[in-house]
C-alpha cells in the first residue's frame, strides 16, 4: 500500500473492522465499497455526509433514499439512471449508465454509487429538501470529468457565474435552482483545483488532480438544489460588518444586496430593496448582538416582496 492509498484504506478498515464486530454479520462487496466511500468522507470533509435528512426505509423499489418532511418530495434512486427528484428538477448523475445500483452505507440515509471506474457518487438529502452530492475519486486513474446533466423547469437555462457558481435562471431574472462554487480536497485535507462548466443544461465537474495528488480526493459539487428557494447564511463577522452598515440609506442597500446568494437577483436587490430593508434590520441586529449568524432567503421564482432575513444559530 502507498503512503497517499494509506489514509482510505485506515479509515475504512476503521469502520469494517467496527461492522463486523457487531452482532457478526458479514458485508457483501457493495456494502464494503459504500462503507469506504462514506468513511473516506468523513475523515477528509466530514460535513458533506453529516444531517442526513432522508431515509432509506421506502415502500418503492426504485426509490433508494426519500425525504417529505418539508414538504416537498425529494428522491435518491435505486438505479443512478433514473436522476435525482426535486418538486420538478432532475439532476442526472455522473456515469449513472454503468453505476451499479445504490448500496446502503453504515449512515442511515446515506447511499453509494459504485461507478465502476475508480469513482463513487454519494448523494445527500439535507435539510429543507436541499441535495449535496460527493463524488469520491479513488485513483489516478479515475474521470476528471463529471457531468449533471439537469431537466429544468420550462424556460430555464444554467448560467455560470463569475464566483464559479451555477444558477438556473430565465431570461427575466427568475431563477429555480443554484449550485454553489466546487471545490475539492485530497487525503490531505488539502484543495485540489476544481471548476464547472456548462454545456447546454449539463455542468460538468472538471477536477484537475495528477499522478502526484494524496488520493482519494472527495469533490463536491455541492448540488444545494432547494425546493423553496436559496439561502446565504453569514459568517459572525459578516453579520457584525452588516449589522454595522444597513439601514435605509443607500450604503446599507448595497451592503445588503452584496450578500444574495445569486448573482442575477442583486439586480433586483438594488432597484427595488430600499422600500423592504426596514423590516430586515432587526433580525441583523439581533444576530450580530447574539453572536449568532443572520441567513438571506431568496424563494425560487419570487420578487423581493418574498425575500426574508433570519437569525440563525451559526
Known sequence: MTTREKTW???AAAFLISGMLVGFAPLDSDAIHAAKAVATIQQIAPE???NPEGTTQTTDPGVAVSDESVGARATIPTDAADG???EGVTIGLPFAEMADDA???QLPGVVVYDNNNGSA??????????????TVIGNANAPKRYD?????????????NEDGSVVAAGRDGSFTAYVASPWAKDANGDAVPTHYEVSGNTLTQVVDFTAATAFPVV???TMDILWWGVAAKLSKAETKSLASRISTAAGGVAAFCGYVPIIQARVACGMTIAWRIASWVDPVRQAAAQGRCAQINVPYASGVALWNVTNEKC
Not at 122 to 134: K, L, M, N
Not at 148 to 160: E, N
Open 9 to 11: 484504506g485506515a479509515a
Open 48 to 50: 458533506a455526509v453529516a
Open 84 to 86: 435525482i427528484q426535486i
Open 103 to 105: 448500496s446502503a452505507s
Open 121 to 134: 457518487t454519494v448523494p445527500v438529502i439535507r435539510e429543507r429538501g436541499t441535495v449535496q452530492i460527493t
Open 148 to 160: 449533471y446533466p439537469m431537466r429544468l423547469a420550462r424556460g430555464q437555462s444554467l448560467h455560470l
Open 219 to 221: 469533490a463536491d459539487p
